[in-house]
Nanobody
C-alpha cells in the first residue's frame, strides 16, 4: 500500500526558503509522477509543480522562478523548496501521486499525503 507523508517546519519567516519533504512508502518514486500542491486558507487548490519518474520537473508559471522540486532515490523522498516566501505563501501543502490510464492525458490523483500547514510569519 502506497503512502505519502509531508514533513518540514510549520513556520517560516518571510524572505526565507520553505523546504518540505514527501516520504513515499510502498512504492518507488522513480516509477510514478508526483505533484506538489497547496491550498491557502479560504482558497482552492493550486498546483506548484511535479516531478516525473525520470526526474524531469515542471512548475506552475506563477511560481516557477521560486520553486525547485528534487528527489533522493536512496531515501525514496521528494523535496519541495520555495524561496523568498511571503505571507501569501501560507497554505496547507500536499504531495500526491498520479496514475495514468489509457494515455498520458488520462490520469488522476491516486494517493495524497495528509498535508502540512506552513505559516509564513515573522
Amino acid at each position: 500500500q502506497v503512502q505519502l507523508q509531508e514533513s518540514g517546519p510549520g513556520l517560516v519567516k518571510p524572505s526565507q526558503t520553505l523546504s518540505l519533504t514527501c516520504t513515499v512508502s510502498g512504492g518507488s518514486i522513480t516509477s510514478n509522477l508526483y505533484y506538489w500542491l497547496r491550498q491557502p486558507p479560504g482558497k482552492g487548490l493550486e498546483w506548484i509543480g511535479y516531478i516525473g519518474g525520470s526526474g524531469s520537473t515542471d512548475y506552475s508559471p506563477s511560481l516557477k522562478s521560486r520553486t525547485s522540486i528534487s528527489r533522493d532515490t536512496s531515501k525514496n523522498q521528494l523535496t519541495l523548496q520555495l524561496s523568498s516566501v511571503t505571507p501569501e505563501d501560507t497554505a496547507v501543502y500536499y504531495c500526491a501521486r498520479i496514475v495514468r490510464y489509457g494515455s498520458a492525458t488520462r490520469w488522476y490523483f491516486e494517493v495524497w499525503g495528509q498535508g502540512t500547514l506552513v505559516t509564513v510569519s515573522s
